[in-house]
């Protein structure tokens, strides 16, 4: 059974930072391409980050960019996003993502497997 636990959310002021953690079992990680999006409140599911199976290639949302990093450990079959600079449009939960196929694009997140989140306060 594939399986997503993410942690590392929690309450910040803006201009903090937060590290976010998904850990997974259940499939060939390494295999995998893995994304992040995250869901404000009242609002749709949003694309976050995505980051190829090796780890060499990541792309990022406009509004995320040189704010959040993505990275992953094949070794210990775990995902992670920084956060920093975080502003209160930021406030969201997160989930972490296994794409559908190892051959998915970077940007095609359609049909991810999800986890049930972290949630990330923004606020002052």
């Known amino acids: 059974e594939v399986q997503l636990v993410e942690s590392g959310g929690g309450f910040v002021q803006p201009g903090g930072s937060l590290r976010l953690s998904c850990v997974t079992s259940?499939?060939?990680?390494?295999?995998?391409?893995m994304n992040w999006a995250r869901q404000a409140p009242g609002k749709g599911l949003e694309w976050v980050s995505s980051?190829?199976?090796?780890?060499?290639?990541?792309v990022y949302a406009d509004s995320m960019k040189g704010r959040f990093t993505i990275s992953r450990d094949n070794a210990n079959n775990t995902l992670y996003l920084q956060l920093n600079s975080l502003e209160t449009e930021d406030t969201a939960m997160y989930y972490c993502g296994r794409h559908s196929s190892p051959l998915s694009a970077l940007k095609d997140t359609t049909g991810s497997t999800r986890g049930q989140g972290t949630p990330v306060t923004v606020s002052s």
């Open positions: 259940g499939f060939l990680f390494r295999l995998y391409p």
């Open positions: 980051i190829s199976a090796s780890g060499a290639t990541t």
